[in-house]
Structures are given as structure tokens and as C-alpha cells.
């Protein structure tokens, strides 16, 4: 289902502003749980993300999106000098409380307090599906890359690999939800997922060597309702069109969801493909 928010059909127009004010008071107000979930999970990819980026000693590093602060404080134990950057305060104030000492800051990408060529690398581990104008802050992100540096970035698989959250997607599209009207419009939350648009995001930037790979591995959660109350409590537009539905409808959604989970059922957990796209290319010198 790609698209917007699910439910919503593609002839809605975007509202950019709308939408980047809604995912910013999202993480403001997910920030003192989203490590409880949906944090393990993300942070699992911090390593091939530096890695791509070639982050090691002396890098100067820019962790845009930075959240609690995963790939600013792995970089620094490799020994680069990074700087984690966040539009949500209450993110960034929960990355310096978990790593004291450390540089964060409340940045919008659109418009990054830094000069030009700033840094030797750019990551922004997710960054992706919560944007209101990608181009508009891949341009930023390139613009304080040092000529040479490297860009990486990941986002979510399609949904059918992505199961982990494609199973909230099938089961909200079996009960028949809509996406209620105090939801924004954003763009297509899997947009990215397709190779070719992924790769061309960072070339139509005037990045070269722009490469996409697929990381796929296997999530174990414990319950259907560790798996149910870490969505709901750690992201963005998934809650949001879970928890604003009526009564009866969410009712439904979660009676559907607890049918699909059996199939995931293994023993005493679960076990769910999780699949993303990880995206790199260079600043020409």
C-alpha cells in the first residue's frame, strides 16, 4: 500500500509545512518511548550505515534525524566527531541525557545551521519517510558535505518485505479504515523503496557513484502486543491513523492484526521479515 497514509487516495495534494509540523510534534511526543521498540529496531542499522559512509577516525560526521542519538554516539566510539541533529527537541534532549558530552542540536533539515562543507559524511538513519520536500533537504545535506564526503541514508522496504510493518498496513486495509482528515498528506510513506527513485534522489542532488543495497533480516518480538504497543508507541503516522480511528474501527483493525500475526507465530515469539533500503553516493570533489 504506497501510499501517503494508508487509506488516503493519491489525488490529495501534499501539504508540506502541514505535514513536517505534524511528524515534528509526532517525535516530540513519541521521543520518551521510542527506544523501547521501534529504537532496537532502527538502531540495528546503524553499523552498515557508517560503514557505507566511511566513518572512522577524524571523520567529521553529521547524524541528521539523529532520535536518541544511535549513529552520533557509534561514530564517536569509532572516533569521528559528530554532531547529532534533530527538528524535535525532546529528541535531542534525550540524546544528550543518554550520551553526556556529546554534540547535539535542534536543526531543520530544510535549512541546516552549518557552512558549507561542514563535514566529511552525512548519514540520517530514516530520515527518509518522514519528510515533507526530499529534495529540498538532500540539497541541504549535500550542500555541507565536503566535496568527496559521502551521503547514506536508509528507509523502509515495501511493506510485503517489510512485514513487520506491512501486517499493520493489511490488517487496517481488512477493517476497512480510511485515513482520518487531521492526518496530513505527506508523500508516499514507501516512495523510496523502489531502487530507481532511491538512487535518483541523490543523483538529481549531484551526488555520483549512488548506489542502493538491500539489508533483510528476521525481527523476533515477543507478543502480538510487544509488537501492537511498539508501533503504537513508537512512530509517527502509523499511530496516528491506528489511534485516531473510532472505537469500533480500531477494534476491527486490531481483531485483523491479531489473525495475521498468527502466520508470524514461532514457538513462544514471533518472528517477522524486516527489510530496508540503505542509499549512498559521493560529492564530486
Known sequence: MNQSVPGRSDANPIDADAFNTFETA??????????????????????????????GPGTRLLDLATGPGYAAAEATRRGASAVGADIAPAMV????????????RVADGEALPFADGSFDAVVGNFVV????RHQRVVSELVRVLEGGGTLALTTWDTPDRMRLLGIFLDAIA????????????????FLFSDDGKFRSLLVDAGLTAAQ?????????????DELWDGMLSGTVRTSA??????????????????????????????????SVKLACGRKPV
Open 26 to 55: 509526532g517525535w516530540q511526543h513519541q521521543a520518551p518511548t521510542y527506544g523501547q521498540f521501534i529504537g532496537r529496531l532502527t538502531e540495528r542499522f546503524v553499523g552498515p550505515l557508517l560503514d557505507v559512509a566511511g566513518v
Open 93 to 104: 534532549e534525550l540524546a544528550r541525557r543518554l550520551h553526556p558530552g556529546l554534540d547535539f
Open 129 to 132: 519517510p518522514h519528510l515533507g
Open 174 to 189: 481488512e477493517a476497512g479504515a480510511t485515513a482520518p482528515d487531521d492526518i496530513p498528506v505527506g508523500p508516499p510513506f
Open 212 to 224: 542502493v543495497t538491500t539489508i533483510a533480516h528476521i525481527a523476533h518480538v515477543g507478543t502480538a
Open 241 to 274: 491513523l491506528l489511534q485516531r480511528q473510532p472505537d469500533q474501527t480500531q477494534r476491527r483493525i486490531r481483531a485483523a492484526f491479531d489473525r495475521l500475526v498468527i502466520g508470524y507465530q514461532h514457538g513462544d515469539h514471533l518472528e517477522l521479515p524486516v
